[in-house]
């Protein structure tokens, strides 16, 4: 049973930083990418970034491209998504999700708030 459970979301000012965490279970996920997405209330759900858990590649949407940073502990079997330059448009509920490599993502965690005030 794959279990993702995320934490670290919270209340911060435009320009700050958070780092959100997300602990998983349940398997071995080197054949696995990991990724970020976030909803904000009335919002489709948003791809952030993704990370290949075998070798670490990376992607990442426009939009958070250059204050956003994920990566991964394999130690730890925790994914990481670093955000600086906070803008209040990021405030949204952010979820952790995983997928073997090609197919879609089928694995979700229960979400973390973020919220960033002007």
């Known amino acids: 049973q794959v279990q993702l459970v995320e934490s670290g979301g919270g209340l911060v000012q435009a320009g700050g930083s958070l780092r959100l965490s997300c602990a998983a279970s349940?398997?071995?996920?080197?054949?696995?990418?990991m990724a970020w997405f976030r909803q904000a209330p009335g919002k489709e759900r948003e791809f952030v970034a993704t990370i290949r858990w075998s070798g670490g590649s990376t992607s990442y949407a426009d939009s958070v491209k250059g204050r956003f940073t994920i990566s991964r502990d394999n130690a730890k079997n925790t994914v990481y998504l670093q955000m600086n330059s906070l803008k209040p448009e990021d405030t949204a509920n952010y979820y952790c999700?995983?997928?073997?490599?090609?197919?879609?993502?089928?694995?979700w965690g229960q979400g973390t708030q973020v919220t960033v005030s002007s």
């Open positions: 999700a995983a997928a073997r490599a090609g197919s879609p993502y089928n694995y």
């Open positions: 349940g398997r071995t996920f080197s054949a696995y990418f």
